[in-house]
């Protein structure tokens, strides 16, 4: 009989209140993860096909000053790199150069020129000089 009473108060005084502790803490947990999930998919957008045209069209141009610079940013270098390769082939990246031609115009609209769209245009001079010596040869 004593052997019982000494289980039963183990498992009222540890056993419950552990189960219960793990309980609110696996109840907070998803509540994060739904908080964190919410949180992603309102932000993230795909790298799969660089920019996501599909959002800023959605958004219109309601992209803050830096977000415009980083998309700026990113569509020029991706320009810049398969310039720096030993052989691009001819007529690379004219999705990229479409989305940067059009990232420009709404950038330059909202924010004028500065260094990003210096650098942006000096991209685009390089790929036309590329593609201006390609069909020459």
Same mark, same amino acid.
Do not use: K, W
């Given at each position: 009989m004593m052997k019982k009473k000494i289980i039963k108060l183990l498992i009222i005084n540890l056993i419950v209140p552990v189960e219960n502790f793990l309980?609110?803490?696996?109840?907070?947990?998803?509540?994060?993860?739904?908080?964190? %999930? /919410?949180?992603?998919?309102k932000w993230a957008r795909p790298i799969s096909t660089?920019?996501?045209w599909d959002?800023?069209?959605?958004?219109? %141009?309601?992209?803050?000053?830096?977000?415009? /610079?980083?998309?700026?940013?990113? %569509?020029y270098h991706r320009i810049e790199k398969a310039?720096?390769?030993?052989?691009? /082939?001819?007529?690379?990246?004219?999705?990229?150069?479409?989305?940067?031609?059009?990232?420009?115009?709404i950038y330059r609209r909202a924010f004028g020129d500065d260094s990003v769209t210096k650098s942006a245009g000096s991209?685009?001079?390089?790929?036309?000089?590329?593609h201006h010596g390609v069909a020459e040869e």
């Open positions: 309980r609110r803490m696996s109840d907070q947990v998803s509540r994060n993860y739904l908080y964190d %999930e /919410r949180i992603f998919r660089g920019v996501s959002a800023i069209q959605c958004q219109g %141009e309601g992209y803050t000053h830096v977000t415009l /610079r980083a998309l700026l940013t990113m %569509e310039l720096a390769l030993p052989s691009p /082939r001819y007529g690379f990246g004219q999705d990229v150069v479409a989305r940067l031609v059009d990232l420009l115009q991209a685009l001079a390089s790929y036309l000089d590329f």
